[in-house]
Protein backbone atom coordinates (compact mmCIF):
# COMPACT_ATOMS: atom_id res chain seq x y z
CA UNK A 1 0.00 0.00 0.00
CA UNK A 2 1.17 3.49 -0.71
CA UNK A 3 2.75 5.48 1.85
CA UNK A 4 0.39 8.45 1.53
CA UNK A 5 -2.70 6.28 2.12
CA UNK A 6 -1.33 4.60 5.14
CA UNK A 7 -0.56 7.86 6.43
CA UNK A 8 -3.26 8.82 5.24
CA UNK A 9 -5.21 6.08 7.02
CA UNK A 10 -3.19 6.20 10.20
CA UNK A 11 -4.83 9.95 10.40
CA UNK A 12 -8.22 9.02 9.50
CA UNK A 13 -7.53 6.63 12.77
CA UNK A 14 -6.20 8.85 15.56
CA UNK A 15 -8.37 11.44 14.92
CA UNK A 16 -11.20 8.74 15.50
CA UNK A 17 -9.91 7.63 18.54
CA UNK A 18 -9.68 10.95 19.94
CA UNK A 19 -13.02 11.32 19.91
CA UNK A 20 -15.52 11.25 22.61
CA UNK A 21 -18.34 9.17 22.95
CA UNK A 22 -21.31 11.72 22.24
CA UNK A 23 -19.17 12.68 19.21
CA UNK A 24 -18.69 8.67 18.18
CA UNK A 25 -22.44 8.65 18.69
CA UNK A 26 -23.00 11.78 16.29
CA UNK A 27 -20.38 10.37 13.68
CA UNK A 28 -21.94 6.48 13.80
CA UNK A 29 -25.14 8.02 12.87
CA UNK A 30 -24.05 10.20 10.48
CA UNK A 31 -22.24 7.34 8.63
CA UNK A 32 -25.64 5.06 9.00
CA UNK A 33 -27.79 8.34 7.07
CA UNK A 34 -25.81 8.41 4.01
CA UNK A 35 -25.21 4.42 3.92
CA UNK A 36 -28.77 4.65 4.15
CA UNK A 37 -29.17 7.72 1.53
CA UNK A 38 -26.82 6.29 -1.34
CA UNK A 39 -28.64 2.81 -0.84
CA UNK A 40 -32.04 4.24 -1.64
CA UNK A 41 -30.87 6.09 -4.15
CA UNK A 42 -29.03 3.17 -5.72
CA UNK A 43 -32.73 1.05 -5.55
CA UNK A 44 -34.24 3.90 -6.97
CA UNK A 45 -32.10 4.40 -9.91
CA UNK A 46 -31.62 0.78 -10.58
CA UNK A 47 -35.16 0.69 -10.56
CA UNK A 48 -36.46 -0.07 -14.14
CA UNK A 49 -38.68 1.36 -15.70
CA UNK A 50 -42.15 0.17 -16.07
CA UNK A 51 -45.24 0.62 -18.98
CA UNK A 52 -48.41 -0.87 -19.09
CA UNK A 53 -48.50 -4.09 -20.73
CA UNK A 54 -52.70 -4.39 -21.28
CA UNK A 55 -55.33 -2.02 -19.61
CA UNK A 56 -58.84 -2.04 -19.27
CA UNK A 57 -58.53 -5.56 -18.48
CA UNK A 58 -61.55 -8.02 -16.81
CA UNK A 59 -60.14 -9.92 -13.05
CA UNK A 60 -60.29 -13.03 -15.13
CA UNK A 61 -57.71 -11.68 -17.83
CA UNK A 62 -55.75 -10.01 -15.26
CA UNK A 63 -55.88 -13.08 -13.15
CA UNK A 64 -54.79 -15.45 -16.08
CA UNK A 65 -51.57 -12.64 -17.37
CA UNK A 66 -50.54 -12.48 -13.39
CA UNK A 67 -50.10 -16.16 -13.75
CA UNK A 68 -48.42 -16.12 -16.78
CA UNK A 69 -45.66 -13.58 -15.57
CA UNK A 70 -45.49 -15.66 -12.37
CA UNK A 71 -44.27 -18.59 -14.06
CA UNK A 72 -42.35 -16.14 -16.53
CA UNK A 73 -40.51 -14.89 -13.48
CA UNK A 74 -41.06 -11.09 -14.78
CA UNK A 75 -42.11 -8.43 -11.88
CA UNK A 76 -45.16 -6.60 -12.49
CA UNK A 77 -47.32 -3.90 -10.96
CA UNK A 78 -51.12 -3.45 -10.70
CA UNK A 79 -52.72 -0.19 -11.42
CA UNK A 80 -56.40 0.96 -11.50
CA UNK A 81 -57.68 -1.60 -9.33
CA UNK A 82 -56.10 -4.51 -11.12
CA UNK A 83 -57.53 -3.27 -15.01
CA UNK A 84 -54.16 -2.09 -16.29
CA UNK A 85 -50.53 -4.32 -15.80
CA UNK A 86 -47.06 -2.48 -15.83
CA UNK A 87 -44.20 -4.50 -16.61
CA UNK A 88 -40.31 -3.51 -17.39
CA UNK A 89 -40.03 -1.82 -20.96
CA UNK A 90 -37.58 -4.35 -21.99
CA UNK A 91 -40.68 -7.30 -21.21
CA UNK A 92 -43.19 -5.81 -23.02
CA UNK A 93 -43.64 -6.36 -26.50
CA UNK A 94 -42.31 -10.41 -25.65
CA UNK A 95 -44.97 -10.68 -23.10
CA UNK A 96 -47.62 -9.19 -25.15
CA UNK A 97 -46.58 -11.86 -28.14
CA UNK A 98 -46.85 -14.65 -25.60
CA UNK A 99 -50.40 -13.25 -24.58
CA UNK A 100 -51.52 -13.08 -27.67
CA UNK A 101 -50.41 -17.13 -28.18
CA UNK A 102 -52.56 -17.45 -25.35
CA UNK A 103 -55.99 -16.18 -26.42
CA UNK A 104 -55.12 -12.78 -24.38
CA UNK A 105 -56.98 -10.84 -23.00
CA UNK A 106 -60.06 -12.89 -23.96
CA UNK A 107 -62.65 -10.84 -22.84
CA UNK A 108 -62.01 -8.27 -25.78
CA UNK A 109 -64.90 -7.25 -27.84
CA UNK A 110 -62.73 -8.29 -31.24
CA UNK A 111 -63.72 -5.89 -33.39
CA UNK A 112 -63.33 -6.79 -36.87
CA UNK A 113 -61.38 -9.84 -35.94
CA UNK A 114 -65.31 -11.42 -34.93
CA UNK A 115 -65.61 -11.62 -39.13
CA UNK A 116 -62.55 -14.19 -39.66
CA UNK A 117 -64.47 -16.29 -37.04
CA UNK A 118 -67.87 -16.60 -39.28
CA UNK A 119 -68.10 -19.81 -41.32
CA UNK A 120 -69.61 -20.23 -44.83
CA UNK A 121 -73.05 -21.88 -43.50
CA UNK A 122 -74.08 -18.70 -41.13
CA UNK A 123 -77.26 -17.34 -41.70
CA UNK A 124 -77.63 -13.63 -42.68
CA UNK A 125 -78.73 -12.72 -39.58
CA UNK A 126 -75.80 -14.14 -37.66
CA UNK A 127 -73.97 -11.98 -40.40
CA UNK A 128 -75.70 -9.15 -39.50
CA UNK A 129 -75.32 -9.49 -35.69
CA UNK A 130 -71.90 -10.20 -36.11
CA UNK A 131 -70.84 -7.41 -37.97
CA UNK A 132 -72.76 -4.89 -36.17
CA UNK A 133 -70.99 -6.34 -32.64
CA UNK A 134 -67.71 -5.78 -35.06
CA UNK A 135 -68.40 -2.32 -35.74
CA UNK A 136 -69.42 -1.57 -31.43
CA UNK A 137 -65.56 -2.91 -31.08
CA UNK A 138 -63.97 -0.97 -33.13
CA UNK A 139 -66.09 2.17 -31.96
CA UNK A 140 -64.97 1.21 -28.26
CA UNK A 141 -61.97 0.98 -28.48
CA UNK A 142 -61.43 3.63 -30.67
CA UNK A 143 -63.10 5.60 -28.32
CA UNK A 144 -61.01 4.19 -24.96
CA UNK A 145 -58.32 5.92 -26.61
CA UNK A 146 -59.02 9.39 -25.73
CA UNK A 147 -57.56 11.12 -22.93
CA UNK A 148 -59.24 10.66 -19.48
CA UNK A 149 -61.08 7.45 -20.90
CA UNK A 150 -60.65 3.96 -19.67
CA UNK A 151 -63.42 1.83 -20.54
CA UNK A 152 -66.16 2.79 -23.19
CA UNK A 153 -69.16 0.61 -24.72
CA UNK A 154 -70.80 1.10 -27.78
CA UNK A 155 -74.25 -0.08 -28.60
CA UNK A 156 -75.88 0.45 -31.92
CA UNK A 157 -79.30 0.01 -32.89
CA UNK A 158 -79.25 -0.43 -37.39
CA UNK A 159 -83.04 -0.44 -38.23
CA UNK A 160 -83.64 -3.38 -40.82
CA UNK A 161 -83.69 -2.04 -44.75
CA UNK A 162 -87.34 -1.60 -46.58
CA UNK A 163 -88.60 -1.06 -49.10
CA UNK A 164 -91.03 1.42 -47.74
CA UNK A 165 -89.16 4.84 -47.86
CA UNK A 166 -91.91 6.55 -45.83
CA UNK A 167 -91.23 4.32 -43.10
CA UNK A 168 -87.14 4.31 -43.18
CA UNK A 169 -86.26 5.38 -39.85
CA UNK A 170 -82.46 6.69 -39.24
CA UNK A 171 -79.79 4.64 -36.67
CA UNK A 172 -78.92 5.83 -33.26
CA UNK A 173 -76.34 5.04 -30.57
CA UNK A 174 -75.69 5.21 -27.17
CA UNK A 175 -72.41 5.05 -25.55
CA UNK A 176 -71.35 4.56 -22.41
CA UNK A 177 -67.53 6.02 -20.92
CA UNK A 178 -65.77 5.43 -17.78
CA UNK A 179 -63.14 8.08 -16.72
CA UNK A 180 -60.74 8.13 -14.63
CA UNK A 181 -60.93 9.74 -11.24
CA UNK A 182 -61.54 13.29 -11.10
CA UNK A 183 -61.47 13.87 -14.79
CA UNK A 184 -64.85 15.05 -16.29
CA UNK A 185 -64.99 14.97 -20.24
CA UNK A 186 -65.11 18.23 -21.90
CA UNK A 187 -67.73 19.51 -24.27
CA UNK A 188 -65.14 19.35 -27.33
CA UNK A 189 -65.01 15.83 -26.38
CA UNK A 190 -68.28 14.46 -26.16
CA UNK A 191 -68.71 15.94 -29.89
CA UNK A 192 -66.27 14.20 -30.99
CA UNK A 193 -67.13 11.14 -29.51
CA UNK A 194 -70.47 11.85 -31.07
CA UNK A 195 -69.39 12.27 -34.43
CA UNK A 196 -67.19 9.94 -34.57
CA UNK A 197 -69.63 7.34 -33.94
CA UNK A 198 -72.17 9.07 -36.53
CA UNK A 199 -69.47 8.98 -38.90
CA UNK A 200 -69.24 5.47 -39.06
CA UNK A 201 -72.75 4.28 -39.69
CA UNK A 202 -74.21 4.97 -43.28
CA UNK A 203 -77.31 7.48 -42.31
CA UNK A 204 -76.46 8.21 -38.55
CA UNK A 205 -76.56 12.04 -37.67
CA UNK A 206 -74.43 13.78 -34.74
CA UNK A 207 -77.63 14.42 -32.93
CA UNK A 208 -78.74 10.55 -32.80
CA UNK A 209 -75.65 9.44 -30.70
CA UNK A 210 -76.49 9.31 -26.95
CA UNK A 211 -73.66 9.66 -24.38
CA UNK A 212 -73.73 8.46 -20.72
CA UNK A 213 -70.59 8.79 -18.41
CA UNK A 214 -70.00 6.03 -15.51
CA UNK A 215 -72.01 8.91 -13.10
CA UNK A 216 -75.00 8.43 -14.75
CA UNK A 217 -74.32 12.21 -16.48
CA UNK A 218 -76.17 12.79 -19.77
CA UNK A 219 -73.67 14.06 -22.05
CA UNK A 220 -75.70 13.95 -25.01
CA UNK A 221 -78.91 13.21 -26.04
CA UNK A 222 -80.47 11.61 -29.15
CA UNK A 223 -82.69 14.76 -31.09
CA UNK A 224 -80.53 17.49 -29.14
CA UNK A 225 -76.95 16.45 -28.96
CA UNK A 226 -74.03 16.96 -27.09
CA UNK A 227 -75.18 20.64 -25.69
CA UNK A 228 -77.52 17.77 -23.16
CA UNK A 229 -80.76 17.92 -22.07
CA UNK A 230 -83.44 20.66 -23.12
CA UNK A 231 -83.02 21.56 -19.55
CA UNK A 232 -79.48 21.56 -19.65
CA UNK A 233 -79.75 23.84 -22.33
CA UNK A 234 -82.10 26.13 -20.72
CA UNK A 235 -79.77 26.90 -17.64
CA UNK A 236 -76.70 27.27 -20.17
CA UNK A 237 -78.74 29.80 -22.40
CA UNK A 238 -79.89 31.78 -19.38
CA UNK A 239 -76.60 32.11 -17.43
CA UNK A 240 -74.90 33.10 -20.60
CA UNK A 241 -77.48 36.05 -20.80
CA UNK A 242 -76.80 36.78 -17.51
CA UNK A 243 -73.54 37.03 -17.29
CA UNK A 244 -73.58 39.24 -20.37
CA UNK A 245 -76.30 41.55 -18.66
CA UNK A 246 -74.41 41.52 -15.35
CA UNK A 247 -70.93 42.19 -16.66
CA UNK A 248 -72.34 45.70 -18.43
CA UNK A 249 -74.40 46.75 -15.37
CA UNK A 250 -71.11 46.22 -13.12
CA UNK A 251 -69.56 48.50 -15.29
CA UNK A 252 -72.20 51.26 -15.38
CA UNK A 253 -72.99 50.88 -11.11
CA UNK A 254 -70.29 48.91 -10.40
CA UNK A 255 -70.10 45.51 -8.98
CA UNK A 256 -72.55 44.49 -6.05
CA UNK A 257 -75.12 47.41 -6.81
CA UNK A 258 -77.11 45.30 -9.66
CA UNK A 259 -78.84 41.71 -9.68
CA UNK A 260 -79.80 40.20 -13.12
CA UNK A 261 -82.07 37.23 -13.35
CA UNK A 262 -82.80 35.55 -16.83
CA UNK A 263 -86.26 33.12 -17.29
CA UNK A 264 -86.25 31.38 -20.48
CA UNK A 265 -89.23 29.31 -22.06
CA UNK A 266 -87.75 26.42 -23.58
CA UNK A 267 -89.82 24.50 -26.35
CA UNK A 268 -88.99 20.86 -25.32
CA UNK A 269 -90.35 19.32 -28.92
CA UNK A 270 -88.43 18.30 -31.70
CA UNK A 271 -89.90 17.99 -35.45
CA UNK A 272 -88.64 17.12 -39.25
CA UNK A 273 -90.29 19.21 -41.33
CA UNK A 274 -90.02 18.84 -45.11
CA UNK A 275 -91.42 21.15 -47.98
CA UNK A 276 -91.40 21.48 -51.64
CA UNK A 277 -92.29 24.34 -53.35
CA UNK A 278 -92.57 25.19 -57.02
CA UNK A 279 -91.88 28.00 -59.14
CA UNK A 280 -91.90 29.55 -62.71
CA UNK A 281 -89.35 31.20 -63.43
CA UNK A 282 -89.88 33.77 -66.90
CA UNK A 283 -89.13 32.75 -70.58
CA UNK A 284 -89.01 29.28 -69.66
CA UNK A 285 -88.15 26.97 -72.53
CA UNK A 286 -90.89 24.43 -73.38
CA UNK A 287 -89.58 20.62 -72.60
CA UNK A 288 -92.64 19.18 -74.11
CA UNK A 289 -94.96 20.10 -76.88
CA UNK A 290 -98.22 18.00 -78.62
CA UNK A 291 -101.13 18.83 -80.55
CA UNK A 292 -103.79 16.90 -81.95
CA UNK A 293 -106.98 18.37 -85.00
CA UNK A 294 -109.81 15.77 -85.39
CA UNK A 295 -112.38 16.30 -88.21
CA UNK A 296 -115.73 14.44 -89.27
CA UNK A 297 -118.25 15.01 -91.81
CA UNK A 298 -121.96 14.00 -92.34
CA UNK A 299 -124.02 11.81 -94.29
CA UNK A 300 -125.96 12.49 -97.86
CA UNK A 301 -127.36 15.88 -96.19
CA UNK A 302 -130.27 14.27 -94.75
CA UNK A 303 -131.85 15.54 -92.00
CA UNK A 304 -131.07 13.97 -88.79
CA UNK A 305 -133.33 13.73 -86.16
CA UNK A 306 -133.70 11.95 -82.34
CA UNK A 307 -134.87 8.65 -81.43
CA UNK A 308 -138.12 7.55 -80.64
CA UNK A 309 -140.06 4.60 -79.07
CA UNK A 310 -138.32 1.37 -79.67
CA UNK A 311 -135.41 3.61 -81.28
CA UNK A 312 -137.62 4.33 -84.46
CA UNK A 313 -136.13 7.92 -85.67
CA UNK A 314 -138.72 10.51 -85.83
CA UNK A 315 -137.68 12.92 -88.62
CA UNK A 316 -137.49 16.08 -87.62
CA UNK A 317 -136.66 19.63 -89.24
CA UNK A 318 -133.37 20.03 -88.68
CA UNK A 319 -131.14 20.73 -92.13
CA UNK A 320 -127.65 20.49 -90.78
CA UNK A 321 -124.69 18.82 -92.30
CA UNK A 322 -123.37 16.62 -89.68
CA UNK A 323 -119.63 18.01 -90.03
CA UNK A 324 -117.59 18.42 -87.19
CA UNK A 325 -113.34 19.78 -86.19
CA UNK A 326 -111.91 19.58 -83.13
CA UNK A 327 -108.35 21.00 -82.17
CA UNK A 328 -106.38 20.42 -78.74
CA UNK A 329 -102.55 21.18 -77.92
CA UNK A 330 -100.51 20.37 -74.65
CA UNK A 331 -96.85 22.26 -73.87
CA UNK A 332 -94.68 21.30 -70.54
CA UNK A 333 -92.35 24.15 -69.98
CA UNK A 334 -89.79 23.77 -67.29
CA UNK A 335 -90.14 24.63 -63.54
CA UNK A 336 -87.87 25.21 -60.68
CA UNK A 337 -88.52 22.56 -57.65
CA UNK A 338 -87.09 23.22 -54.48
CA UNK A 339 -87.18 20.55 -51.37
CA UNK A 340 -86.15 21.99 -47.97
CA UNK A 341 -86.26 19.58 -45.10
CA UNK A 342 -85.10 20.52 -41.68
CA UNK A 343 -84.68 18.84 -38.83
CA UNK A 344 -86.16 21.29 -35.58
CA UNK A 345 -83.98 20.25 -32.57
CA UNK A 346 -86.01 20.48 -28.83
CA UNK A 347 -84.35 23.56 -26.42
CA UNK A 348 -85.77 26.59 -29.29
CA UNK A 349 -86.46 29.54 -27.07
CA UNK A 350 -90.27 30.42 -27.11
CA UNK A 351 -89.59 33.32 -24.85
CA UNK A 352 -87.71 34.92 -22.09
CA UNK A 353 -87.92 37.84 -19.66
CA UNK A 354 -84.97 39.49 -18.07
CA UNK A 355 -85.36 41.40 -14.52
CA UNK A 356 -82.92 43.87 -13.24
CA UNK A 357 -82.99 45.49 -10.06
CA UNK A 358 -80.44 48.77 -8.96
CA UNK A 359 -79.55 50.00 -5.76
CA UNK A 360 -81.26 53.00 -4.77
CA UNK A 361 -77.93 54.33 -3.30
CA UNK A 362 -76.04 54.16 -6.65
CA UNK A 363 -78.99 54.96 -9.08
CA UNK A 364 -80.27 58.15 -8.28
CA UNK A 365 -78.85 59.92 -11.23
CA UNK A 366 -79.45 57.36 -13.68
CA UNK A 367 -82.17 56.94 -16.42
CA UNK A 368 -84.03 54.12 -15.87
CA UNK A 369 -84.87 53.58 -19.40
CA UNK A 370 -81.50 54.20 -20.54
CA UNK A 371 -80.48 51.18 -18.52
CA UNK A 372 -83.72 49.32 -19.56
CA UNK A 373 -82.63 50.25 -23.30
CA UNK A 374 -79.29 47.92 -22.80
CA UNK A 375 -80.87 45.37 -21.45
CA UNK A 376 -83.10 44.29 -24.24
CA UNK A 377 -80.24 45.18 -26.53
CA UNK A 378 -77.49 42.74 -24.70
CA UNK A 379 -79.82 39.81 -23.96
CA UNK A 380 -81.07 40.22 -27.42
CA UNK A 381 -84.60 40.85 -26.60
CA UNK A 382 -87.28 39.86 -29.24
CA UNK A 383 -90.39 41.89 -28.31
CA UNK A 384 -92.83 39.96 -31.35
CA UNK A 385 -91.92 37.23 -29.57
CA UNK A 386 -93.03 38.13 -26.15
CA UNK A 387 -89.79 38.84 -24.70
CA UNK A 388 -89.97 41.28 -21.56
CA UNK A 389 -87.47 43.55 -20.01
CA UNK A 390 -88.73 44.95 -16.14
CA UNK A 391 -85.86 47.37 -14.23
CA UNK A 392 -86.60 48.52 -10.92
CA UNK A 393 -84.87 50.39 -8.58
CA UNK A 394 -85.04 49.24 -4.94
CA UNK A 395 -82.99 49.50 -1.77
CA UNK A 396 -80.42 46.24 -1.42
CA UNK A 397 -80.17 44.83 2.36
CA UNK A 398 -76.65 44.62 3.54
CA UNK A 399 -76.89 42.27 6.04
CA UNK A 400 -75.96 39.59 3.96
CA UNK A 401 -72.80 41.66 2.63
CA UNK A 402 -71.95 42.41 6.09
CA UNK A 403 -71.84 38.62 7.54
CA UNK A 404 -69.95 37.18 4.65
CA UNK A 405 -67.50 40.44 5.53
CA UNK A 406 -67.29 39.09 8.87
CA UNK A 407 -67.00 35.59 7.87
CA UNK A 408 -64.26 36.46 5.81
CA UNK A 409 -62.64 38.92 8.36
CA UNK A 410 -62.64 35.98 11.21
CA UNK A 411 -61.28 33.08 8.55
CA UNK A 412 -58.69 35.56 7.45
CA UNK A 413 -58.11 36.70 11.01
CA UNK A 414 -58.32 32.45 12.54
CA UNK A 415 -55.60 32.18 8.99
CA UNK A 416 -53.03 34.75 10.43
CA UNK A 417 -53.39 33.42 13.84
CA UNK A 418 -52.53 29.73 12.74
CA UNK A 419 -49.50 31.32 11.00
CA UNK A 420 -48.54 33.02 13.73
CA UNK A 421 -48.46 30.05 16.38
CA UNK A 422 -47.03 27.81 13.47
CA UNK A 423 -44.06 30.60 13.18
CA UNK A 424 -44.12 30.32 16.88
CA UNK A 425 -44.03 26.73 17.32
CA UNK A 426 -41.21 26.45 14.67
CA UNK A 427 -38.87 29.34 16.39
CA UNK A 428 -39.79 27.04 19.61
CA UNK A 429 -38.58 24.00 17.61
CA UNK A 430 -35.41 25.42 16.24
CA UNK A 431 -34.67 27.08 19.33
CA UNK A 432 -34.67 23.96 21.09
CA UNK A 433 -32.84 22.64 18.90
CA UNK A 434 -29.84 25.28 18.62
CA UNK A 435 -29.83 24.79 22.89
CA UNK A 436 -29.72 21.11 22.53
CA UNK A 437 -27.03 21.44 19.62
CA UNK A 438 -25.32 24.19 21.99
CA UNK A 439 -25.65 22.05 25.22
CA UNK A 440 -24.02 19.11 23.21
CA UNK A 441 -21.11 21.18 21.95
CA UNK A 442 -20.88 22.64 25.49
CA UNK A 443 -20.61 19.28 26.68
CA UNK A 444 -18.25 17.69 24.24
CA UNK A 445 -15.66 20.87 24.98
CA UNK A 446 -15.48 20.23 28.21
CA UNK A 447 -15.03 16.75 28.27
CA UNK A 448 -12.17 17.59 25.62
CA UNK A 449 -10.66 20.05 28.08
CA UNK A 450 -10.72 17.23 30.85
CA UNK A 451 -9.59 14.62 28.70
CA UNK A 452 -6.28 17.20 27.70
CA UNK A 453 -6.23 18.17 31.29
CA UNK A 454 -5.90 14.35 32.66
CA UNK A 455 -3.31 13.32 30.02
CA UNK A 456 -1.39 16.35 30.58
CA UNK A 457 -1.39 15.23 34.69
CA UNK A 458 -0.65 11.90 33.64
CA UNK A 459 2.76 12.60 31.61
CA UNK A 460 3.86 15.41 34.69
CA UNK A 461 6.09 14.90 37.87
CA UNK A 462 3.87 13.77 40.68
CA UNK A 463 3.89 16.76 43.13
CA UNK A 464 5.44 19.21 40.80
CA UNK A 465 1.57 21.18 40.36
CA UNK A 466 1.01 20.52 43.82
CA UNK A 467 4.17 21.88 45.19
CA UNK A 468 3.33 25.00 42.63
CA UNK A 469 0.10 25.62 44.02
CA UNK A 470 1.24 25.57 47.87
CA UNK A 471 4.00 27.68 47.65
CA UNK A 472 2.38 30.40 45.33
CA UNK A 473 -0.24 30.08 47.81
CA UNK A 474 2.11 30.74 50.79
CA UNK A 475 3.72 33.31 48.53
CA UNK A 476 0.17 35.29 48.28
CA UNK A 477 -0.71 34.72 52.19
CA UNK A 478 2.85 35.24 53.87
CA UNK A 479 4.81 37.62 52.12
CA UNK A 480 8.54 37.52 52.68
CA UNK A 481 10.13 40.80 53.81
CA UNK A 482 12.92 42.39 51.79
CA UNK A 483 15.40 42.00 54.42
CA UNK A 484 15.21 38.23 54.62
CA UNK A 485 15.20 38.04 50.85
CA UNK A 486 18.06 39.96 50.52
CA UNK A 487 20.05 38.43 53.60
CA UNK A 488 19.18 34.82 52.94
CA UNK A 489 20.05 32.56 50.43
CA UNK A 490 17.99 30.57 47.52
CA UNK A 491 14.36 29.93 49.57
CA UNK A 492 11.85 27.11 49.12
CA UNK A 493 10.02 30.07 47.00
CA UNK A 494 12.73 30.50 44.83
CA UNK A 495 13.45 26.87 44.01
CA UNK A 496 9.72 26.98 43.17
CA UNK A 497 9.43 29.26 40.65
CA UNK A 498 13.21 27.74 39.22
CA UNK A 499 10.84 24.60 38.60
CA UNK A 500 8.12 26.46 37.92
CA UNK A 501 9.90 27.93 34.77
CA UNK A 502 11.68 25.15 33.75
CA UNK A 503 8.25 23.03 33.63
CA UNK A 504 7.17 25.59 31.13
CA UNK A 505 9.43 26.11 28.92
CA UNK A 506 9.69 22.09 29.10
CA UNK A 507 5.95 21.43 28.38
CA UNK A 508 4.28 24.88 28.23
CA UNK A 509 0.85 23.35 26.66
CA UNK A 510 0.04 20.64 28.70
CA UNK A 511 0.89 22.96 31.42
CA UNK A 512 -1.38 25.58 30.02
CA UNK A 513 -4.19 23.10 29.46
CA UNK A 514 -3.54 21.54 32.82
CA UNK A 515 -3.94 25.02 34.49
CA UNK A 516 -7.30 25.48 32.56
CA UNK A 517 -8.80 22.32 33.75
CA UNK A 518 -8.33 23.24 37.13
CA UNK A 519 -9.87 26.67 36.50
CA UNK A 520 -12.69 25.25 34.24
CA UNK A 521 -13.91 22.36 36.67
CA UNK A 522 -12.88 23.70 39.82
CA UNK A 523 -11.21 20.52 41.17
CA UNK A 524 -9.35 21.04 44.23
CA UNK A 525 -6.15 20.41 44.73
Excluded: C
Excluded at 20 to 30: E, K
Excluded at 313 to 326: E, K, R
Aim: a negative charge; hydrophobic letters at 45%; aromatic letters at 4%.
Amino acid sequence: MPQQITSAFGRLMAAVRSFSLAQRTIAILGVAVLALGIFALSAWLMKPAYTPLFSGLSASDASTIVEQLQTNGVDYELANGGATILVPEQNVYAERLTAAAAGLPSSSTGGYSLLDEMGVTSSEFQQSVTYKRALEGELASTISALEGVTTASVRLAIPEETVFVSEKSNPTASVFVETKNGVTLSAEQVQAITHLTSASVDGMNAVDVAVIDAKGTVLSAVGVGATGTAAQQTTDYEQRVRSSVQAMLDRIVGPGNSTVIVAAGVNLESAERVEESFTTPENAPILTESSSTENYTGGAGGAAGVLGPDNIAVPGGATGNGNYTSESATKNHAIDKVTESRVIPAGSIERQTVSVALSADVAKGINVNDISALVSSAAGIDTVRGDEVTVEVVNFTTSAADEAAAAIAATEKAAADERTNELIRTGIIAAALLIATAIVLLIIRARRIREEAESALSSLEAGEFRDLVMTDATEVLTPLPDSLSVSAGPTPIDRTRAEIGSLAERNPEKTAAFLRGLMDEKQPV
